[in-house]
C-alpha cells in the first residue's frame, strides 16, 4: 500500500495540536529554589564535616587480623539434586551440578584450582578487619578487645597506604579495650574530647572500615547517654548514637565537631548485619582510663568495697521510709573487714552518692567503684533508718576483696585436679607439646594407664600442619636409635627434636588414623 505524505503530515500536525490541547506540552512551574540564608547554613555545615574528617583523617587506621579459625564444618554444605540424603528427591537448585564436569567445576570453585580450601573457607586461617586510632605519640593505637582477640598477625593499614606490623601492649574484656602498638610515630595522636560534657542531641562523626572500606565517616547525634543495661560488656556505660556503625567499624573513633575522640565505636544492635540506626560507642573518659593502665602495666586494676549490690525497687523504697523518686543502691550484703565493713555500712543501707556525684544505676555504680583508685578515700553518701548519712570508704584492690561465694569456688578449685601442665615448644618443627596427665588421658577416651606427651598447639605453615597434625594428638613412641621407643617426657623430646634433622614419631589420634609421621626439620 502507497503510503500518502500529505496524509502523514497531516496525522502529525492534528496529533500535536491534541497534545498542546490537553496540556501534556505546557511547561510545568519549576521547584522552589532553596532560601540563601538555607543554602549558608547547609553550605556551613557540609564544610564543618569536611573539616572534622580531613583532621580525623591521619590518626584513624584499618586494624586487619589473621586468626586461626577452627576445622571444617561440611554439615550444611549439600548438593540439592536428586538421590541426595540431605534433600532426597529435592529439586535441583541453580547451583547444583549436572553431570561430573559441572561437579568438578564446582568444587574448583568452592575450594580452589587444588582442590584445597582456600583462606577464610572450612577452617583455613581467618582474617578480619575492624578499625583505631592513634592514640599518643608513641605509636599507641586504641581499639577495642574483640577485634584483636585471638589473633596472630595485626597489621595497622594508615590513610596514606602504609602498612605497619603491631604488637598487643594490652587488652580488657571486661571494657573491650584494647591497645596494640606500632614501630612508628610519624602519625598524629587525635585529639580527646570530654565525654562527661556530651548532651543528646550532639552531632557526632562516626570514622572507620565497614566492610573493609577504609577512611568512611557516617554522620549522626548522641541518641543517649549511660546505657549500662546494655549486658554486652562486664563493665559499660555506652554513648548510644544514630551515626552508622557496622562490622568493621568496630574500635574506630566517634568524634565531636571540634574533632576529638569522645567514643570507640563498639557495638551494634540490629536485625541482621547492617546498621539499624542504634550503635554503641564506649566513653572516651572510660577508654582512657583502661588504655593508660594498659600501657603503664598491661594490666587494669579494678577496685573493690566489699557489698553484694541490689537493686532499689520503688516498694522497697517505701519499705524503708525513703522519699518518692529517691535513686540509690540498696546494700545486700557487707563482706566482714571488707572497706564497706570498715567504713560503717551495713545491710539495708541505701547508697545514693559517691564521690560527689548521683548514681543513676546499679551498673553505673559498680562502674564507678570499680575505677576509682584503691587506697584512696572516697565520700559515699547513704540512707539508714530513713536518715541521710555520710562516710568516707577507702576502696582496696578487687583481689583482695573476697566474696564468700568465691571462696567456695577456690576450695572447689583446690579440690580439683592439679592445674594444666606448661607447653613447651618443639625445635624447629612447628608443634608444643606437654605431658599427657591421666585427667587429659581421660578426657580424651584414651585407655587407663595411656601415657605420652600431648600435641597441644600446631604452628600454622610448619612441617606439623603440613603432615596433619593437630592439637588433641597424642604421641607415644619415637623412633630413636633405629628402633621404637617410648617417647619419654618433654625434655628427651626436645633433645631428640633438636639433635634430628628429621623427627619421626608414632601418633594416635581421635580424628584421624594412628600412625607414624615423620616431620622434616625447617630450613
Known amino acids: 500500500m502507497k503510503r500518502n505524505p500529505v496524509a502523514w503530515a497531516a496525522l502529525v500536525v492534528s496529533t500535536a495540536a491534541l497534545i498542546s490541547s490537553t496540556g501534556v506540552l505546557r511547561p510545568m512551574p519549576a521547584a522552589p529554589k532553596v532560601s540563601p540564608e538555607g543554602q549558608k547554613v547547609a553550605a556551613a555545615l557540609s564544610q564543618a564535616y569536611e573539616a572534622v574528617a580531613e583532621a580525623v583523617k591521619p590518626s584513624a587506621v584499618l586494624i586487619s587480623v589473621k586468626k586461626k579459625s577452627s576445622g571444617p564444618n561440611m554439615r550444611n554444605f549439600q548438593f540439592p539434586f536428586p538421590g541426595n540424603p540431605g534433600n532426597p528427591g529435592g529439586p535441583r537448585g541453580p547451583q547444583s551440578p549436572r553431570d561430573m564436569k559441572d561437579l568438578e567445576e564446582m568444587l574448583k570453585k568452592f575450594f580452589g584450582p587444588e582442590g584445597v580450601p582456600q583462606n577464610n573457607q572450612f577452617g583455613g586461617p581467618g582474617s578480619g578487619v575492624g578499625s583505631g586510632f592513634v592514640y599518643d605519640d608513641q605509636g599507641h593505637i586504641l581499639t577495642n578487645n574483640h577485634v584483636i ?111 576529638e575522640v569522645v567514643g570507640v565505636n563498639s557495638a551494634i544492635v540490629t536485625g541482621g548485619r547492617g546498621n539499624d540506626g542504634i550503635g554503641f560507642a564506649i566513653p572516651i573518659d572510660m577508654a582512657q582510663n583502661v588504655a593508660d593502665q594498659l600501657i603503664k602495666d598491661g594490666k587494669v586494676s579494678r ?133 599427657l596427665t591421666p585427667e587429659l588421658a581421660k578426657s580424651l577416651g584414651l585407655p587407663d594407664g595411656a601415657s605420652g606427651l600431648l600435641v597441644s598447639d600446631v604452628k600454622e605453615n610448619s612441617p606439623a600442619e603440613a603432615e596433619g597434625l593437630k592439637q588433641g594428638d597424642v604421641i607415644t613412641k619415637v623412633l630413636r636409635d633405629k628402633s621404637v621407643q617410648p617417647v619419654g617426657d618433654v625434655k628427651s623430646f626436645q633433645e631428640l627434636a633438636a639433635q634430628s634433622e628429621i623427627l619421626s614419631f608414632y601418633v594416635q589420634s581421635s580424628s584421624s588414623v594412628n600412625r607414624f609421621v615423620s616431620l622434616s626439620k625447617t630450613k
Open 149 to 259: 582477640e585471638g589473633a596472630e598477625k595485626i597489621t595497622v593499614g594508615f590513610h596514606d597506604g602504609i602498612e605497619l606490623p603491631a604488637t598487643v601492649v594490652g587488652a580488657d574484656d571486661k571494657s573491650d579495650v584494647a591497645v596494640i602498638k606500632v614501630d612508628s610515630t610519624n602519625y598524629p595522636a587525635l585529639l580527646r574530647g570530654d565525654s562527661r560534657k556530651l548532651k543528646v542531641g550532639d552531632l557526632v562523626m562516626a570514622v572507620g572500615s565497614p566492610f573493609e572500606l577504609s577512611q568512611s565517616v557516617t554522620t549522626g547525634i548522641i541518641s543517649a547517654t549511660e546505657r549500662n543495661n546494655v549486658r554486652i560488656n562486664d563493665y559499660e556505660s555506652f554513648l548510644q548514637t544514630d551515626a552508622a556503625i557496622n562490622p568493621g567499624n568496630s574500635g574506630g573513633p566517634l568524634v565531636n565537631m571540634a574533632g
Open 303 to 435: 577496685s573493690r568495697i566489699g557489698i553484694k549490690l541490689d537493686p532499689l525497687t520503688p516498694v522497697l523504697a517505701k519499705q524503708l521510709g525513703l522519699e518518692p523518686g529517691v535513686k540509690g543502691i540498696l546494700v545486700g550484703e557487707v563482706v566482714d573487714d571488707s572497706p564497706a565493713a570498715k567504713s560503717g555500712l551495713k545491710q539495708g543501707d541505701v547508697i545514693i552518692g559517691w564521690g560527689g556525684e548521683t548514681i543513676p544505676s546499679l551498673p553505673a555504680f559498680r562502674l564507678r567503684v570499680a575505677s576509682s583508685p584503691a587506697g584512696r578515700e572516697v565520700a559515699v553518701e547513704y540512707y539508714r533508718d530513713g536518715e541521710r548519712k555520710t562516710a568516707t570508704i577507702v576502696p582496696a584492690p578487687a583481689e583482695n576483696v573476697v566474696f564468700d561465694i568465691e571462696r567456695q569456688i577456690e576450695k572447689k578449685d583446690d579440690s580439683s585436679p592439679a592445674k594444666e601442665p606448661e607447653k613447651s615448644p618443639v625445635g624447629d618443627f612447628g608443634l608444643e607439646v606437654q605431658p
